[in-house]
């Protein structure tokens, strides 16, 4: 494939990312506009986000599986389409039903095109440009969870909430002339497989269960009768796929990738990696606007430079990653970034964000470029090609469970240390009707910073202090819960991953039968022959 192509497909593979990721990050703004126009009360807003997160969690191991059977090209270029398609239905949507609707549909082409965009770039780079090319992809995506809130804030002031989910259209007709120009139908050997379709039921039942069980977590508790059958009988159903597919001959899922060790330490420090910066990410915000009373733009500037690292640092990392191996990128990089989340200890409700925050989202961010793009090629480099998409579905799925995971049970962890410091710093004085009404309403926020105004000054003051230590006091609890995954990301990277043994083309070497010879032969002299003429050296 000429430059240029590669280029154009690297191109397309980003911007099918690109308007996905849009939308996942633009709809949370848009969320009370739309409430006002279409009603649907809390829960329309709430289903309004989550239809997309279920349908995407549960399908996107099934959209990798298609893409290596019909041929990533074909799946991603479906993916991308129907995204347009349904994102017109919800510009259009006349009831908060049809685009909780539309939504879902939405998360099942995300699911399509979202592994299949990076079988896309496995297909069309060679290994030793792959590094570079994902990591070009991740920051250049990336920049999707930046663009999102903002443009969608300017959006639905000048406009209409329906404007983002309008303003897909161009990316997505772009995208798919691009990919019938520049992306070719790999080359298959051998007959198609069948689908596994009691295979794709049961993975895509099994993995809705929890994800549906997370995404209610924080609104009914985990003694709920609701998370709890989700989640009990997805993981049952997840049980039965297992078994399903290590009977199977034509398995949608080979579990045989899981004893490739890259692979494998891959997708386990994924988990870690992606729970601990899901986590942080979540907190953070909230802390920022709920306790240091950052509005939000003020909140997605502060955490800007987390992406402009990214996207300045991950294409140069991955470059390195293949040049020098990913071991070393995989595990110290991990290890950069939990030590910024530690550095958020410093971090109160009054802090200076130049010499408090920055410094520590500047060394989080470094630490965390330096990991993405090689962690990423790394799991689609120990699966072979035939196996792209499925490898890249897995690598995905498992993001995106550690991130509900993450977020839900740190929720509960930041919930509790914040209520158990509240009640220390309060320590059993005694309180106004009033006060203890605010209390109670600072309890149901997790983070948050009490408005001393509606009580008596004194009174006021104190217990707004108290709420303000109290949610320093669980803000660094989920911090450095945080840093600890990450750090154990880091660790299994150094312990796990090992580096690919290189492939040097023999016929490209110039050293005949030294070509294969040991580092110390190759630099090894030989003797000086006499020049014509010339006297011999003494023996």
Known sequence: MTDRRKRLAL?????????????????????????????????GQQWVSNAYLLTLG?????????????????????????????????????????????????????????????????????????????????????IAFVIGPLAGGWLIDVASWRWIFAVNVPFVITTVLIVRVAVSERVREGKRAPVDVLGAILCAL?????????????????????????????????????????????????????????????????????????????????FLQQVAGYDALQAGLATLPTTIVMFSLSRYAGRLADRHGPRWFMGFGPLVAAVGLMMLQGVDAEFDYFTDLFPALLIFSVGLAATVAPLTATVLADADENNAGIASGVNNAIARIASLLAVAALGAVVAAQFGSALARELDARPLSPPAQRVVADAKTRTLARVDPGSLPAAEGRFVARAAENASVSAFHTGAGIAAALVAVGGVLGLVGIRNPRREVPCEDCPGGQFAGAPLDASRSRLPELPRPGAEPHPA
């Open 206 to 286: 099994g993995l809705a269960g929890p994800v549906y069980a997370l995404i209610r977590q924080p609104s009914v508790g985990w003694g709920s009768p609701e998370v709890l059958v989700a989640m009990l009988l997805g993981i049952a159903l997840f049980a039965a796929f297992l078994v399903r597919e290590a009977r199977t001959p034509y398995p949608m899922l080979p579990l045989g990738l899981f004893r490739r060790r890259n692979f494998a330490f891959g997708n386990i420090e994924t988990l870690a990696m992606y729970g601990g910066l899901s986590a942080v990410l979540f907190f953070l915000v909230l």
């Open 11 to 43: 191109l397309a593979a980003i911007l099918g990312s690109f308007v996905a990721g849009l939308d996942a990050t633009v709809v949370n703004v848009a969320l009370p506009s739309i409430e006002r126009d279409l009603g649907g009360g809390l829960a």
């Open 58 to 142: 549960s399908l996107i191991l099934v959209g990798g599986s298609l893409g290596d059977i019909f041929g990533e090209r074909r799946v991603f270029t479906i993916g991308v389409t129907g995204f347009g398609v349904v994102s017109v239905v919800c510009a259009l949507a006349p009831s908060i039903e049809v685009l909780v609707a539309g939504r879902a549909l939405q998360g099942v082409f995300g699911a399509l095109l979202t592994p299949s965009a990076l079988a896309v770039i496995v297909s069309s780079f060679p290994p030793d440009e792959r590094g570079a090319a994902i990591g070009s992809w991740t920051a250049w995506s990336g």
